[in-house]
T-cell receptor, first 112, second 110 residues
Framework: GAGVSQSPRYKVAKRGQDVALRCDPI?????LFWYQQALGQGPEFLTY????????KSGLPSDRFFAERPEGSVSTLKIQRTQQEDSAVYLC??????????FGQGTRLTVV | GESVGLHLPTLSVQEGDNSIINCAYS??????FIWYKQESGKGPQFIID?????DKRQGQRVTVLLNKTVKHLSLQIAATQPGDSAVYFC?????????FGTGTSLTVIP
């Protein structure tokens, strides 16, 4: 595709609900990143994939957060039993190996 | 995580003036740096990048300077325009991760 695509753009979840956020990276990009951005802050690293392999998940804040990229293309970030502190913008980015990292528009998650 | 910080959280400039946004990084092993522009409600947009074997790189109206001795990065925007108003982030790559600072909010006064 022309750019990194994320869906949905906005998600409102009741506390305790599970959510799934989707990322379609740029075609051919083997590297995929997830970031969390709180209001007024810079993006915080969550996890990194190279193709289907999750090479780094050190930024995931708890075991309620889970990411997958089963076929090395589309990725899903799942948050179980959402809590209010999970409210943030979730950004997906992709790149060629060690190349420029391009971001999607993000999914704004609001937990009420 | 690593520390990537910006010296000025806000910056206001007159339209047509040059803007300079600064960034300090802490990891001397970082080998690649990117400047991003983020407008409200949008994802970070790539502006310019520089690798650690370079000191300076120029783009269209933008220049990035890298001083590895003091671990400092700057973004210069020439003839700043109202459309340049946004939050600017620098990011450094260490291993597989890119670390971002808090950002500098640039406001261009017409």
């Amino acid at each position: 595709g022309a750019g990194v695509s994320q869906s949905p753009r906005y998600k409102v979840a009741k506390r305790g609900q599970d959510v799934a956020l989707r990322c379609d990276p740029i075609s051919g990009h083997v590297s995929l990143f997830w970031y969390q951005q709180a209001l007024g802050q810079g993006p915080e690293f969550l996890t990194y994939f190279q193709n289907e392999a999750q090479l780094d998940k050190s930024g995931l804040p708890s075991d309620r957060f889970f990411a997958e990229r089963p076929e090395g293309s589309v990725s899903t970030l799942k948050i179980q039993r959402t809590q209010q502190e999970d409210s943030a913008v979730y950004l997906c980015a992709s790149s060629l190996p060690r190349g420029v990292v391009y971001f999607g528009q993000g999914t704004r998650l609001t937990v009420v | 995580g690593e520390s990537v910080g910006l010296h000025l959280p806000t910056l206001s400039v007159q339209e047509g003036d040059n803007s300079i946004i600064n960034c300090a990084y802490s990891n001397s092993a970082s080998d690649y740096f990117i400047w991003y522009k983020q407008e409200s409600g949008k994802g970070p947009q790539f502006i310019i990048d520089i690798r650690s074997n370079m000191d300076k790189r120029q783009g269209q109206r933008v220049t990035v300077l890298l001083n590895k001795t003091v671990k400092h990065l700057s973004l210069q925007i020439a003839a700043t325009q109202p459309g340049d108003s946004a939050v600017y982030f620098c990011a450094e790559r260490a291993g597989n991760q890119f670390y971002f600072g808090t950002g500098t909010s640039l406001t261009v006064i017409p």
